[in-house]
């Protein structure tokens, strides 16, 4: 027995200085892929690290990466703009980060799209998607409290450095080799036309009001309006129809942003790209000829909101 | 409590701890007892109360025994197998009433056309596999084959002993109740090798089994928008994830069971490399396949009889198995698949692989893989109007493949381990070996890259193991 427990003795110190050397070197590939271009496996760190230096960003999930194009916003506006948005991630990520990206380097503007049903209770996906502020687990509460509700064990695991970059190893790779060149498209992610066009469905989602997530939201406004950037919100269009204006929590999203004066730039359910399912890859996410005619009736919009702002 | 958890990480090294340095060396019975309380915490930990039924089924399964011993020593066989019988009847019962109940009732709402109303049956964990286990004990008592064991710690802490208890591997009673009446000393090599097992099996799970999964159910959970080559290559995906996902499991389990000082029976042989169906299911869960021949096939008269009746006893046994994995009608055609399979490879004289020729044999390990592959479509899919879908859409709408490049460049490391590791164990048995290399420094820094590559590549945290809904 007294081997074994010398051997185990030995493993454990092996691991224990494996971990910290692997958490040296993804430190390392981190501070380096911070002077790339933003993309996908940099996107956050860059955000939140004070790393852009544009006047506007662009927060939010799959949709805000494929449907909103810096370029075209910056030549009608005048703005540098980046968009900082990452797929599959969900409210709760994306609020801590905005949260903490203000603290850290405040834009001019933040533009954050999101789904009508915004304060819908997180399922295990979204709950999930918060290793995405792993990185940030040492250097912001708030990212650290939210990590650790990803699970009761979650404070434990956080002790190893290889367990802190789970998932990331090959993203991280693919920047180093890949993403030096800057594509100029300021983290706009264009969708190919497929040939075959979503069908119209009705969805009927469900009404699960989560007051915790509407309490956060409230944080993030202040925490935005502390650091003297103007928070707007937008929701880009969607190819289906569904019961989401008859829900809680989008009344509630409404209600709440309406008392705080938040603009929300609400293209959902617009009933000319309902016309148009050749402008979608998907019923979700339009694709590049759909995110160019979303551009031209967006800009618009956004121009009179920071007018009205400015006034 | 699952084996891929952090919670299970510290009931392990602490029960572990406990066991050896304290409860182990107070004496067999005093052991013995502290195995069954820390097997019923791990069965209890998601839901306590279904801690009764195993208790419940195992006391009559005691009984039971304690009966039939009895009649045997009275050389009353009639009493004896009246008394197999009933532990068969209550066993397969209450089997039947937790995982049948709602699908004989979807089956008679389907024939009169009316709405199946559901009754609220929970389907306790592992109910599947310690039924038949413990089964095991009545049927091989009556046949004369093991002495009935009167000590109820001993028989608790053998048919409750926790590694096996909700994915198998289904031990058998003859296996495991002498090594729990013989006392128990720490031993090295068995300890070592448990360990290695237990990593093992934990990379196959969460670095090969469940980033194949990613694929497999982003693809399958939308059968509409994916066209045939990703159905294709989600079908091959599929194929490997639940072959990593069980064996993962049943390696883990073993390996914990020798942690412990106990061994359990290889559930796995490389079935991929098979060259028939026949040979599969010598490869493929070992302990139910061998299960069902001995207390299916075989009593319903194995291949001792007429030729059609033997192929029909071969479908029969089969569909049974088909069944006993789910409650679904897909699963009784993946079982009826298997079993035509193998009448077909049996009419054809295929079922026996003898030619040298090493080309002819890969062609033939192809075709079985092929075959698996087709079948398991049927297991994976909800409905059987899905995987019709899913194979129409394989055969008829090739297209553009889906392609998550992180998850596949995933996929392919945990592909190319598990492929380098399988070929090597298979052809070359004791070269190359790394985990089980003679020198120290090369078992350790295999080991470190191996819990490192799992707290990188790993889907921590993932799903439950694919055999735990059986």
Avoid at chain 2, 168 to 190: C, H, M, T, V, W
Avoid at chain 2, 436 to 458: C, D, P
Wanted: aromatic share 16%; hydrophobic share 45%.
């Amino acid at each position: 027995m007294k081997k074994f427990f010398i051997y185990a003795a030995i493993l454990l110190a092996l691991l224990v200085a494996a971990d910290y050397g692997v958490g040296r070197v993804f430190k390392a590939i981190d501070g380096k892929l911070l002077s790339y271009p933003i993309d996908y496996h940099n996107s956050y760190e860059k955000t939140m690290g004070g790393g852009n230096s544009e006047d506007m960003i662009i927060i939010g999930h799959s949709r805000a990466r494929h449907h909103y194009i810096p370029t075209l916003i910056e030549d009608s506006l005048g703005l540098s703009v980046v968009n900082a948005a990452k797929d599959g991630t969900g409210f709760l990520t994306q609020a801590v980060l905005i949260h903490g990206m203000v603290q850290q380097k405040a834009p001019k503007y933040i533009l954050w799209e999101v789904r009508p049903a915004v304060f819908l209770k997180a399922d295990n996906r979204e709950i999930d998607r918060l290793t995405d502020l792993m990185p940030f687990y040492d250097t912001d509460s708030l990212s650290r409290v939210w990590v650790q509700r990803r699970s009761p064990s979650e404070k434990y695991k956080m002790l190893s450095w290889a367990y802190r970059n789970n998932g990331r190893f090959w993203g991280r790779m693919e920047q180093m080799l890949t993403g030096k060149e800057d594509n100029g498209r300021k983290g706009y992610a264009p969708a190919k036309p497929s040939k075959k066009h979503p069908e119209m469905k009705r969805y009927e989602y469900e009404d699960n009001y989560d007051p915790e997530r509407a309490a956060l939201f409230v944080d993030v406004v202040n925490s935005t309006r502390r650091a003297g950037t103007q928070l707007i919100m937008a929701i880009s269009p969607q190819y289906e129809t569904s019961n989401a204006y008859e829900l809680e929590e989008t009344r509630q999203f409404y209600a709440l942003t309406d008392s705080l004066n938040i603009p929300v730039l609400d293209f959902f359910y617009n009933p000319e790209f309902l016309d148009h399912p050749e402008w979608f890859k998907d019923h979700t996410h339009l694709n590049s000829s759909g995110a160019e005619h979303y551009m031209e009736v967006f800009i618009p919009e956004l121009k009179r909101t920071i007018a009205n702002a400015k006034q | 409590m699952l084996f891929n958890s952090f919670v299970f990480l510290v009931f392990m090294v602490a029960v572990f701890l406990l066991y050896w340095l304290f409860f182990n060396r107070w004496g067999k019975a005093v052991s013995n007892g502290y195995l069954v309380v820390i097997s019923y915490v791990f069965y209890g930990w998601c839901n306590w109360k279904l801690c009764f039924l195993l208790f419940g089924w195992t006391l009559v399964t005691y009984l039971i025994g304690l009966g039939i011993g009895r009649r045997n020593e009275k050389n009353d066989k009639k009493g004896a197998r009246w008394l197999s019988g009933l532990s068969i009847l209550v066993g397969i019962g209450a089997l039947c009433y937790f995982k049948y109940t709602n699908f004989f009732i979807d089956c008679v709402a389907s024939v009169f056309g009316t709405t199946a109303h559901h009754l609220d049956i929970v389907l306790p964990l592992g109910i599947s596999f310690y039924t038949l286990q413990m089964l095991t004990y009545t049927i091989e008592l009556c046949r004369g084959n093991m002495k009935v064991e009167k000590n109820p710690v001993t028989y608790f802490a053998a048919m409750n002993f926790f590694p096996p208890l909700l994915s198998g591997p289904i031990g058998r009673a003859k296996d495991l109740l002498p090594q729990f009446n013989n006392e128990r000393s720490f031993d090295y090599d068995l300890v070592a090798t448990g360990f290695r097992n237990i990593l093992w099996g934990l990379f196959m799970k969460v670095v090969v089994a469940d980033r194949f999964g990613l694929y497999v159910d982003a693809v399958y959970g939308n059968i509409s928008q994916h066209t045939g080559t990703s159905l294709f290559v989600a079908a091959v995906a599929y194929s490997i994830q639940i072959y990593c996902d069980f064996w993962g499991y049943s390696l883990m389990a073993k390996g914990v069971a020798e942690m412990f000082g106990f061994k359990l029976i290889q559930n796995f042989n490389r079935p991929y490399f098979a060259a028939s169906l026949r040979e599969f299911w010598s490869r493929w869960h070992i302990s139910l396949s061998t299960w069902f021949r001995d207390y299916v096939y075989i009593p319903l008269g194995g291949s001792r009889c007429r030729v059609s009746r033997a192929y029909l006893n071969l479908i029969i046994t089969f569909l049974i198995s088909g069944l006993w994995h789910g409650a679904a009608l897909t699963f009784c055609i993946w079982g009826l698949l298997h079993g035509v399979f193998q009448v077909l490879e049996k009419m054809l004289h295929l079922h026996k692989v003898e030619s040298k020729s090493h080309i002819y044999r890969a062609f033939r390990v192809a075709i079985t893989f092929v075959l698996v592959t087709f079948a398991w479509i049927f297991f994976r899919m909800p409905t059987f109007g899905d995987a019709i879908t899913a194979i129409g859409k394989i055969f008829t709408q090739p297209g553009a493949l889906f392609i998550d490049s992180n998850t596949m460049l995933q996929m392919a490391l945990g592909f190319m381990v598990l492929f380098a590791k399988d070929v090597i164990d298979e052809f070359w048995p004791n070269k190359c070996q790394l985990v089980s290399n003679r020198r120290v420094w090369v078992r350790m820094v295999t080991y470190v890259v191996l819990i490192i590559s799992i707290l990188l590549f790993g889907v921590l945290d993932g799903g439950q193991f694919i055999y735990f809904q059986f």
